[in-house]
């Protein structure tokens, strides 16, 4: 079971009922379906109201012996068929999906011998000739091949970080050495990911056996740790891990080890199902909602001779790829280990599995001063803009990946003004330790741009002989870079090379899809929408008016309402007037009237300078009284702060790591006559994320993309997320598929009667 398969199958089910198809529940996994009978029941709109905040499954899931028999599939096919069901949603791990591939292999031979049992007649063989499947993998490890996450990782991931930051608070009191098992038999991901999260000390992980000899290398990196006044060490053992000859290595022989050689303070945490449990995070809701819809309308565009497909996420899209292939290459991963190529076993994993790896290494060990390149260069790192979690991992990622390049490296406080006022010194590996997991800013950021401050910037450039710059920030940080890069034709000192990577809780920056914070406010949002829910259960009904951040940028709003599932949400960049807002009231009135007993309405804080928020929540306490009460809030600053979520430190990690790198390169490459000068567009760039990968874009480009008045991006991805919102909130809206899996072609369905039907 994993957090987050509750969000899929109340997509499915709404998805499905959206295009007009008959949705079944089949309770219990394939055990339900060989029983048959009452496991098999037809889901309504409101079986799954209430569910997304729900972690596990509410409809059961079930290991089944009999489905592994020839009987038990007859069985199976015989309860599918008196119901009418062709088209089989499973969302599991890849034993699930390969289980439902080899039933739709052998459907047509089933459905033969049911009629030759006289158990169907040929009119039934005919109606349901063919069987559809489509697969979404939920499975704490992300241990399937073709997807970047599968559903359920990222809440397992918030669960081992809470476990970690509690722990370092506990040893930052004590010297302490901690030694945490987290799951993984045969993927070491989530070790990895957490491992780079909290930049333990030390991961073992399947893919990757320690050589031989690591006992002395981890002891002799331990006690380093602690002559540099290190207080804790965390060591992440994933349950799979193994040395070089597969021997197991175990938490017990880890503490043993410590403790007989170095007589540290040794404890041991094994974290268990915990890892399981809880509430889905907003990551895995919106992935979950994503890939439900994406599997429906694979459903609906299979033809009989189409291969069984898994909806995967890959980057920042959603993508189908074939079944089968999937669950080969994650069975060749295995089959790569057991014959120890283990490189070969990380490259099957996939891109994301390597960039984490190399990431981790590059962070993780400190080498000596002897052993670095010397590359004479300085690069400074600032943060501008507004606090955004995630910002201090960045800075440490790029302080140590710069230092291990061989660059001096310095740190500028409080943002450009901190630059002007000369606030300029060189920061060390050690300054940055145990940053990863800290909120906000350490450096401090403003937001004060740099137009006006260019002699004293260009001053202090030449007084530290600064050879290239990293922004971490949000707006400013990108119109301040413009501005930089303008003004190298009067100041040799801007030609350097320039890089900006996005920070800002409001995600509105061009060039990029996502950017370090988001992810963060997105779970502050959830969180207080599920609290905000709740404090109204056992109350008559109710509705919430909830105003978010994000300044002209409706993502927060968006997408925090599609995770918390609101009924409606209000933002700038989809214009609305009275008519809109009574109909939303209207629609949400008639809801109410049925089983429904609470609503939510997002608003993002700068949709519209007239519907304020008071005016949204009065209008809609006074349509709606008689059947329901508003209440109004309004989250504020609290989207800002709290620790970083797993995925902003992971991200900011790797985004920061990768613009280090491209200094590097871009610093060698402009270097001449025994002095940097850098002034092409491309040497003063954005590192984004753009749908399937991190691409750098020289800010001079972006410049068109921009309307600079509202501070957002002119196209936004994430406007396509907006009907999904709509369907799951049960309005009647057109669903442009162009953009989805791997249809190239426009189609949009409109509601209909069909004969369709589904399972889930």
């Known amino acids: ?23 079944y529940f089949i309770h219990e996994g394939y055990q339900g379906m060989v029983d048959g009978g009452d496991n098999i029941k037809e889901a309504r709109w409101e079986s799954v109201s209430s569910m997304l905040q729900v972690g596990g499954t509410v409809i059961g899931s079930a290991r089944c012996k009999e489905f592994r028999t020839h009987e038990g599939r007859l069985k199976a096919a015989h309860n599918l068929v008196q119901k009418g069901i062709t088209n089989l949603c499973v969302i599991g791990g890849d034993g699930s999906l390969t289980g439902a591939n080899l039933f739709r292999e052998e459907w047509s031979g089933l459905l033969e011998e049911l009629l030759q049992q006289g158990l169907i007649d040929e009119e039934a063989t005919r109606k349901n000739s063919a069987l559809h499947i489509v697969g979404m993998v939920g499975s704490i490890d992300n241990d399937f091949c073709g997807t970047d996450m599968t559903i359920g990782t990222d809440s397992a991931l918030h669960r081992i970080i809470e476990v970690v930051d509690a722990i370092m608070t506990t040893a930052q009191s004590h010297q302490r050495t901690f030694v945490l098992e987290v799951m993984g038999r045969h993927c070491g991901y989530l070790a990895l990911v957490s491992a780079l999260a909290c930049g333990a000390d030390w991961v073992f992980i399947p893919e990757m056996p320690p050589e031989d000899g690591w006992e002395d290398n981890m002891c002799q990196k331990l006690s380093e740790n602690r002559a540099d006044k290190k207080r804790l060490n965390i060591i992440i053992v994933a349950e799979g891990a193994i040395d070089s000859h597969s021997k197991a290595i175990t938490p017990d022989y880890i503490k043993d080890l410590v403790v007989q050689r170095l007589g540290f303070d040794t404890r041991v945490t094994i974290l268990g199902h915990v890892q399981r449990g809880g509430t889905p995070s907003a990551f895995d809701r ?22 069984a497909c898994v909806v995967s996420l890959v980057g920042n899209q959603a993508v189908r790829l074939p079944l089968m292939e999937c669950v080969q290459m994650t069975q060749e991963v295995q089959k790569a280990m057991d014959e120890k190529k283990f490189d070969e076993a990380v490259r099957l994993r996939g891109r994301s599995f390597e960039n984490n790896l190399t990431t981790y290494s590059l962070l993780s060990y400190r080498k000596a001063d002897s052993e670095l390149p010397n590359s004479s260069f300085n ?3 600032l943060n501008v803009g507004a606090p955004a979690a995630g ?8 302080v140590r990946v710069g230092i291990t390049e061989g660059h001096k490296m310095f740190a500028v406080s409080d943002g450009f003004e901190g630059f002007y006022k000369g606030q300029v010194k060189e920061i060390k590996w050690g300054d940055v330790g145990g940053w990863t997991g800290q909120g906000g800013s350490l450096l401090g950021t403003k937001r004060t741009l740099p137009g006006k401050h260019l002699d004293e910037i260009a001053e202090q450039m030449r007084i530290h002989n600064i050879n290239a710059l990293l922004v971490i920030g949000g707006f400013e940080a990108y119109v301040g870079l413009l501005e930089l890069s303008a003004a190298r034709d009067k100041y040799n000192e801007f030609c350097v090379p320039m890089v900006m990577v996005p920070a800002t809780v409001s995600n509105n920056i061009p060039g990029s899809d996502l950017s370090i914070g988001s992810d963060t406010a997105l779970n502050a949002i959830t969180d207080t929408c599920d609290r905000i829910k709740q404090s109204a259960s056992g109350t008559k009904r109710r509705v919430f008016i909830i105003e978010t951040m994000g300044g002209y940028c409706g993502y927060l709003a968006t997408v925090g309402g599609l995770a918390a599932g609101a009924d409606t949400v209000y933002i700038y960049e989809e214009p609305f007037d009275i008519r809109d807002l009574q109909a939303n009231v209207e629609h949400l009135t008639q809801k109410m009237k049925t089983s429904i007993q609470r609503g939510l309405v997002l608003r993002n804080e700068n949709c519209n300078e007239n519907f304020t928020t008071d005016f949204i929540y009065q209008l809609y306490t006074e349509e709606g009284r008689g059947v329901f009460d508003c209440r109004k809030n309004i989250l504020g600053h609290m989207q800002q702060g709290g620790a970083p979520s797993p995925f902003d430190r992971n991200f900011s990690t790797k985004i920061a790591a990768k613009a280090m790198q491209w200094i590097t390169r871009t610093l060698k490459e402009s270097f001449k006559g025994g002095r940097v000068f850098a002034n092409s567009e491309d040497t003063c760039c954005l590192l984004g994320m753009r749908r399937r990968a991190m691409v750098f874009q020289p800010v001079s480009e972006l410049r068109d993309e921009t309307d600079f008045v509202h501070r957002i991006p002119k196209e936004q991805w994430w406007l396509k997320l907006r009907p999904l919102m709509k ?34």
């Open 379 to 381: 690069v400074a790192v």
């Open 1 to 23: 079971v994993s957090r987050g398969m509750n969000a899929a199958v109340r997509a499915v089910v709404r998805m499905g009922i959206y295009v007009g198809a008959k949705v």
């Open 391 to 398: 910002m201090n991992a960045a800075v440490r990622s790029a």
């Open 286 to 307: 919106i992935l979950a909602s994503r890939m439900g819809v994406e599997a429906v309308l694979a459903l609906l565009e299979a033809s009989a001779n189409t291969p």
């Open 727 to 760: 369907i799951l909130a049960k309005y009647k809206t057109s669903y442009d598929v162009s953009d989805s899996g791997q249809l190239e072609h426009v189609s949009r369905f409109r509601p209909k009667d069909s004969d369709t039907s589904a399972a889930i």
